[in-house]
């Protein structure tokens, strides 16, 4: 088998891997979403504690709670992307 061919099978098998669910990867992600909610949940109350007059409003904070999500989403699902190789890796093979 060419290294080529070695390459995209082991691309594929990293991809195939990590895709996969696995009760730890959910169990992971669970608590990343819990974490993530919570900061969310205090950094809200603080702003409305500070008597922020836009984080009264229902939208807004779901807004909010959107473009946080949004920045914070590849993060939270980490676990199931694939591994990148280092420049390292890729000189050796």
Do not use: C
């Not at 990343?32 to 500070?50: P, Y």
């Not at 909010?64 to 093979?93: C, D, H, N, Q, T």
Request: aromatic share 8%; proline share 3%; charged share 25%.
């Amino acid at each position: 088998m060419s290294k080529k061919n070695q390459q995209r099978k082991a691309e594929r098998r990293s991809v195939e891997d990590a895709r996969r669910i696995t009760v730890g990867k959910m169990v992971r992600l669970l608590l990343k979403s819990l974490g993530f909610a919570i900061l969310l949940t205090i950094v809200v109350m603080i702003l409305q504690a500070l008597h922020v007059p836009a984080i009264s409003n229902f939208w807004v904070q779901m807004g909010l709670v959107f473009v946080a999500y949004l920045i914070v989403y590849p993060v939270l699902m980490s676990e199931f992307r694939p591994r990148k190789r280092g420049r390292g890796a890729e000189e050796e093979a």
